[in-house]
Protein backbone atom coordinates (compact mmCIF):
# COMPACT_ATOMS: atom_id res chain seq x y z
CA UNK A 1 0.00 0.00 0.00
CA UNK A 2 1.17 3.34 -0.85
CA UNK A 3 1.15 6.72 1.29
CA UNK A 4 -1.34 7.79 -0.78
CA UNK A 5 -3.70 4.65 -0.55
CA UNK A 6 -2.86 4.61 3.14
CA UNK A 7 -3.82 8.40 3.42
CA UNK A 8 -7.15 7.40 1.49
CA UNK A 9 -7.88 4.51 3.20
CA UNK A 10 -8.29 6.33 6.30
CA UNK A 11 -9.55 9.65 4.80
CA UNK A 12 -12.25 7.45 3.20
CA UNK A 13 -13.16 5.65 6.65
CA UNK A 14 -13.49 8.68 8.56
CA UNK A 15 -15.80 10.60 5.76
CA UNK A 16 -17.94 7.38 6.41
CA UNK A 17 -18.13 7.65 10.15
CA UNK A 18 -19.33 11.29 9.84
CA UNK A 19 -21.92 10.24 7.70
CA UNK A 20 -22.89 7.74 10.48
CA UNK A 21 -22.83 10.51 13.05
CA UNK A 22 -25.04 12.43 10.40
CA UNK A 23 -27.56 9.45 10.34
CA UNK A 24 -27.37 8.15 14.27
CA UNK A 25 -28.60 12.20 14.92
CA UNK A 26 -31.44 11.39 12.85
CA UNK A 27 -33.08 8.49 14.35
CA UNK A 28 -31.46 9.79 18.14
CA UNK A 29 -29.12 7.29 18.58
CA UNK A 30 -27.26 9.85 20.42
CA UNK A 31 -24.72 7.75 22.12
CA UNK A 32 -23.93 6.11 19.00
CA UNK A 33 -23.74 8.92 17.34
CA UNK A 34 -20.75 10.24 20.49
CA UNK A 35 -18.74 7.08 19.42
CA UNK A 36 -19.04 7.83 15.61
CA UNK A 37 -17.72 11.59 16.35
CA UNK A 38 -14.84 10.02 18.03
CA UNK A 39 -13.99 7.22 15.68
CA UNK A 40 -14.57 10.28 12.70
CA UNK A 41 -11.54 12.01 14.80
CA UNK A 42 -9.80 8.95 15.36
CA UNK A 43 -9.74 8.49 11.51
CA UNK A 44 -8.90 11.83 10.65
CA UNK A 45 -6.26 11.85 12.30
CA UNK A 46 -4.53 8.45 11.53
CA UNK A 47 -4.82 10.22 7.54
CA UNK A 48 -2.86 13.20 8.80
CA UNK A 49 -0.50 10.90 10.83
CA UNK A 50 0.36 8.74 7.68
CA UNK A 51 0.48 12.12 5.35
CA UNK A 52 2.32 13.53 7.61
CA UNK A 53 4.95 10.92 8.93
CA UNK A 54 4.77 8.88 6.17
CA UNK A 55 4.20 5.71 8.29
CA UNK A 56 1.05 3.68 8.97
CA UNK A 57 -0.64 4.81 12.30
CA UNK A 58 -0.22 3.31 15.67
CA UNK A 59 -2.91 0.83 16.56
CA UNK A 60 -4.09 3.54 19.37
CA UNK A 61 -7.70 5.38 20.23
CA UNK A 62 -6.19 8.29 21.78
CA UNK A 63 -6.76 11.03 19.82
CA UNK A 64 -4.38 13.80 21.96
CA UNK A 65 -1.81 10.57 21.63
CA UNK A 66 -2.18 10.95 17.98
CA UNK A 67 -2.42 14.76 17.47
CA UNK A 68 0.92 15.58 19.24
CA UNK A 69 2.85 12.72 17.76
CA UNK A 70 1.82 14.92 14.56
CA UNK A 71 2.50 18.21 15.98
CA UNK A 72 -1.21 19.28 15.50
CA UNK A 73 -1.04 23.37 16.25
CA UNK A 74 -4.69 23.52 18.47
CA UNK A 75 -5.99 25.73 20.69
CA UNK A 76 -6.14 24.42 24.28
CA UNK A 77 -9.66 24.79 24.03
CA UNK A 78 -9.49 22.85 20.79
CA UNK A 79 -7.11 20.32 22.63
CA UNK A 80 -9.36 20.23 25.94
CA UNK A 81 -12.49 19.21 23.29
CA UNK A 82 -10.37 16.40 21.35
CA UNK A 83 -9.83 14.91 25.69
CA UNK A 84 -13.50 14.88 26.00
CA UNK A 85 -14.33 13.57 22.42
CA UNK A 86 -12.04 10.65 23.55
CA UNK A 87 -13.92 9.72 26.19
CA UNK A 88 -17.41 9.10 23.93
CA UNK A 89 -15.06 6.11 22.86
CA UNK A 90 -14.81 4.66 26.39
CA UNK A 91 -18.08 5.64 27.56
CA UNK A 92 -19.91 4.41 24.70
CA UNK A 93 -18.20 1.39 24.81
CA UNK A 94 -18.78 -0.16 28.42
CA UNK A 95 -21.75 -0.43 29.65
CA UNK A 96 -21.19 0.28 33.11
CA UNK A 97 -20.81 4.07 32.17
CA UNK A 98 -23.20 4.15 29.33
CA UNK A 99 -25.85 5.04 31.38
CA UNK A 100 -24.26 8.05 32.33
CA UNK A 101 -23.25 9.23 29.10
CA UNK A 102 -27.00 8.54 27.80
CA UNK A 103 -28.58 10.49 30.76
CA UNK A 104 -25.76 13.41 29.40
CA UNK A 105 -26.86 13.32 25.76
CA UNK A 106 -29.36 15.90 25.85
CA UNK A 107 -30.07 17.93 22.60
CA UNK A 108 -28.30 20.94 23.67
CA UNK A 109 -25.41 18.38 24.70
CA UNK A 110 -25.22 16.84 21.38
CA UNK A 111 -24.95 19.82 19.21
CA UNK A 112 -22.25 20.88 21.65
CA UNK A 113 -20.21 18.07 20.91
CA UNK A 114 -21.34 16.67 17.56
CA UNK A 115 -20.60 21.07 16.32
CA UNK A 116 -17.14 20.65 18.24
CA UNK A 117 -16.52 17.10 15.82
CA UNK A 118 -17.33 19.01 13.24
CA UNK A 119 -15.30 21.91 13.59
CA UNK A 120 -12.20 19.67 14.83
CA UNK A 121 -12.73 17.44 11.71
CA UNK A 122 -12.78 20.37 9.24
CA UNK A 123 -10.03 22.16 10.81
CA UNK A 124 -7.71 18.92 10.55
CA UNK A 125 -8.41 18.13 7.23
CA UNK A 126 -7.29 21.53 6.20
CA UNK A 127 -4.15 21.08 8.29
Not at 9 to 25: I, R, S
Not at 36 to 42: M, S, V
Not at 52 to 59: G, I, K, M, R
Request: neutral net charge.
Amino acid sequence: MTQNDLVSFWEDGAKEAWKTVQALLVSKRNLHALFFCHLTLEKILKAKYAKVLDAPPPPTHHLVSLGKQIHLELSDEQWGQLTQIMQFNISARYEDVKDTLFKKATAEYMKEWVGATESLFILIQLL
